[in-house]
């Protein structure tokens, strides 16, 4: 009796029972089956999306020098700008303002340069401009200019205080 509450067979007796080595195996192949359909979508996924060129020079896609090169630039750098705007050339001599290039305040005007549009560049907001290089800050020298927005003017653009290209009290 012992041998039947602890579910082992009383000696003699034969097992009626398959055995089962090893129970829901069926549950093992369905994530089986799940993880191998995983690697081919993903096998199919990369050859799909990455160049055929890519890694002909280890980490590198040889293309991609190309494709970089066949973009429009978006920025008309210093030189083209003062073939128009000689004026604010003149204007920047001398000044704090006179190395920074002028898309660093007007941002990327390639298209205006390029006469792909006749709509102007907007006139940045000086406020907006001027403090992401004028706020004070630790990493600063001392011997930049440097202000407290708050306590330096509360309200209104650098600019009824300031020159924006020859900085400097008006």
Do not use: N
């Amino acid at each position: 009796m012992d041998g039947e509450r602890d579910g082992s067979r009383p000696s003699g007796e034969p097992d009626e029972r398959p055995r089962v080595h090893f129970r829901d195996y069926e549950h093992v192949l369905r994530m089986a089956g799940l993880f191998a359909f995983a690697i081919v979508l993903f096998l199919v996924w990369r050859a799909w999306a990455v160049p055929p060129d890519f890694g002909r020079y280890g980490h590198f896609r040889p293309g991609a020098i190309t494709d970089a090169a066949d973009r429009t630039p978006k920025y008309a750098g210093h030189e083209l700008c003062i073939e128009c705007h000689s004026d604010v050339e003149q204007a920047r001599q001398g000044g704090g303002h006179a190395k920074i290039g002028c898309e660093a305040c007007h941002g990327p005007l390639g298209r205006h340069a390029r006469a792909e549009t006749d709509q102007a560049p907007v006139r940045p907001s000086t406020r907006g401009v001027c403090v992401t290089c004028h706020t004070a800050g630790e990493g600063k020298p001392k011997s930049f200019p440097q202000v407290v927005l708050r306590e330096h003017a509360s309200a209104g653009p650098c600019t009824e205080c300031h020159q924006a290209h020859k900085p400097g009290l008006t």
